[in-house]
């Protein structure tokens, strides 16, 4: 209703409307604007955290017979996060996340690193190579689980391709050897993700300035010179924001090892997702799933918070840079 | 001089050949295994073909009619179903996201309310889904979502959020507000300066936000796995419960499958090529 009588004013009005009405209005719209977000946020943030926190102090299952809401009858206080950290089983799903995050996103980084300098200028071919490199990152990645599956078949290409070079006869059964496994599940995630990782790069060392790159040629730099005195300092918050991006998605492994090998042999490959997924519809520990939840929960949010500290200081370190150059121009 | 840059030369083709030969291995040998009739799907390492011999569409038949002449079993359930799922949850999660996104993004850009918005949308991507996922099946199971389009929907609208927030919010941030301001002078309300001026402004970005959230829609495994059963799960969840059920592994059906499931965000991920890491990076970098 009100809405409609201040329109209505300002037909009969439209040039003497004072400043004061627009402003109240415009917060009013971006308040209005904002209102769904907020709303979605409330939904899928605050309520299910709340009752994330309650189960997570019960014993509470989906088996027990009883609404969630009754859980406070197997009331436990801190048993499931006592659990939390006696459990051998998660420590090493946890474990081996990181494992697989710290050989895979250096390798994704220095593939992807090399790649772009590749590119930096032009030569024939340059935008069709662009686009297969970008391929794998947009394949589904529960189907590159699935192709990665058939290539590491022991009657697949891949031992085909090293029975070719070895001229022998390889028949490595890949994803039934612990070791193997990890190494196909690496070999996934590299192949999926190094072109991400190439694409930033390149998008950040292509916003180097040009003229300090010929400035710095003319003085007689080398390409390697001018790779470390130049390049790698200008990219410092592409660098950062790459390997964030990189780390977080690393650390929510599911799709690719639950297509591929299940965590499997055994649990040779059972990244922290999968056990959860396990514990969730094998063990139907939904409380104790809770706790593990809320727990990566709270790590996760104190490194984000660091991280983000991190990251505005590196921000300011670049843009304090930003006179000392323009000086040097000029003098 | 001139050799070394032949040389060099040489050696960038080298390497940047390798790398696409590496980049589309697994996608050529998936696509070929798609036309390859049963007899081919697996044999001696040493009769091992990269193309198809007897090229088939076999396959495909198979996955939609639910049987095909050679292929000896039959499945009741066919993806046809999975597809229009897939479609229809992608599609509704996307213009979710969107709409509630590209006006978030236009408050928070224009008229400086929710200042912790951002961050807060932000966080919605940090966390492994998994680990959160345990409320949200409590939820979903009491307001009767599990296994419906409207919950999948729902639920793809939100994870999405913070891409399309956070890119039309960078996209709005580069748009000149002297425009929007003369507009407000000759007496617009702000509302309609969001809808006939700004918005017609930002058509192109706006495009590619809508085409990277259904990638992002259209890629999902993991919370089709978790909130569907049996009506309306997705294809990539189709096409791995189709191994379980059947004796053996249905290598061509289930190549037939990815491929249908892996041509829409590559195609569509080429469209969008120049803003690919503009949506990546949240906006945070701008090619």
């Known amino acids: 209703m009100n809405v409609a009588i201040t329109e209505h004013r300002g037909e009969a009005l439209p040039v003497a409307r004072p400043t004061i009405n627009l402003a109240a209005q415009s917060r009013r719209l971006g308040t209005l604007m904002i209102l769904p977000a907020q709303l979605l946020l409330l939904f899928i943030v605050v309520f299910p955290l709340l009752m994330q926190i309650y189960i997570s102090l019960t014993y509470w299952g989906p088996t027990d017979g009883v609404s969630w809401i009754y859980a406070y009858q197997s009331l436990n206080l801190f048993d499931n996060y006592v659990t939390f950290f006696t459990d051998g089983d998660l420590w090493a799903a946890i474990a081996r996340t990181l494992f697989i995050m710290v050989v895979a996103v250096p390798l994704e980084f220095l593939l992807g690193l090399g790649l772009a300098t590749l590119f930096v200028d032009s030569f024939p071919g340059r935008r069709i190579f662009y686009s297969i490199l970008l391929t794998p990152m947009m394949v589904v990645p529960a189907v590159a689980g699935y192709m990665f599956y058939m290539l590491f078949q022991s009657n697949g290409p891949v031992n085909q391709i090293l029975s070719f070079l070895s001229n022998s006869n390889v028949e490595l059964v890949w994803l039934s050897v612990p070791h193997l496994a990890l190494v196909a599940v690496i070999a996934a995630d590299v192949w999926q993700w190094t072109p991400l990782v190439f694409l930033i790069l390149l998008a950040g060392i292509l916003a180097v300035p040009e003229d300090q790159l010929k400035a710095a040629m003319m003085l007689g730099a080398s390409w390697p010179q001018r790779f470390r005195r130049i390049i790698l300092p200008r990219m410092r918050t592409v660098i950062i924001i790459v390997l964030v991006l990189r780390l977080v998605e690393a650390f929510k492994l599911f799709d690719v090892m639950f297509v591929m090998t299940r965590g499997g042999p055994g649990t040779a490959t059972e990244t922290i997702s999968l056990y959860i997924y396990k514990q969730t519809f094998n063990g139907l520990e939904w409380s104790y799933v809770a706790a593990i939840g809320l727990t990566l929960l709270v790590i996760l949010s104190v490194l984000a918070v660091a991280g983000m500290r991190f990251m505005k200081h590196e921000i300011e370190i670049e843009k304090a840079m930003e006179p000392k150059t323009v000086e040097e121009k000029t003098t | ?287």
């Open chain 2, 1 to 287: 001089m001139n050799r070394s840059k032949v040389f060099l030369g040489a050696g960038r083709y080298l390497f940047v050949g390798f790398a696409s030969v590496i980049a589309l291995v697994p996608v050529v040998w998936m696509a070929t295994m798609a036309f390859k009739p049963r007899e081919e799907w697996t044999s001696g390492i040493d009769q091992l073909s990269w193309l198809p011999k007897n090229p088939t569409l076999d396959n495909f038949t198979f996955i939609f009619t639910g049987h095909a002449p050679n292929l000896l079993v039959a499945i009741d359930r066919v993806a046809v179903g999975p597809a229009i799922s897939s479609l229809v949850c992608a599609t509704l999660g996307t213009i979710i996201a969107v709409v509630v996104g590209t006006l978030a993004a236009y408050g928070v850009s224009r008229f400086k309310v929710g200042q912790n918005l951002p961050l807060s949308i932000l966080q919605l991507r940090l966390f492994p889904p998994l680990a959160v996922m345990i409320p949200v099946m409590i939820m979903w199971a009491y307001l009767n979502l599990i296994d419906t389009w409207w919950g999948l929907s729902l639920i793809y609208g939100i994870v999405t959020l913070p891409f399309s927030f956070w890119l039309m919010m960078t996209f709005f941030d580069d748009v000149p507000r002297e425009i929007e301001e003369a507009a407000l002078v000759e007496g617009c309300t702000p509302w309609i300066v969001f809808l006939r001026v700004t918005l017609p402004m930002v058509k192109a970005p706006l495009a590619t936000t809508i085409l990277f959230v259904f990638i992002l829609n259209w890629s999902d495994y993991a919370i089709a796995l978790l909130l569907t059963r049996k009506d309306w799960i997705t294809i990539p969840v189709f096409m791995n419960a189709l191994s379980t059920a059947m004796t053996g592994q249905m290598y061509g059906a289930k190549a037939a499958l990815g491929l249908i499931a892996a041509i829409p965000p590559v195609v569509l991920g080429i469209l969008i090529q120049k803003y690919l890491v503009r949506g990546l990076t949240f906006g945070a970098l701008k090619q």
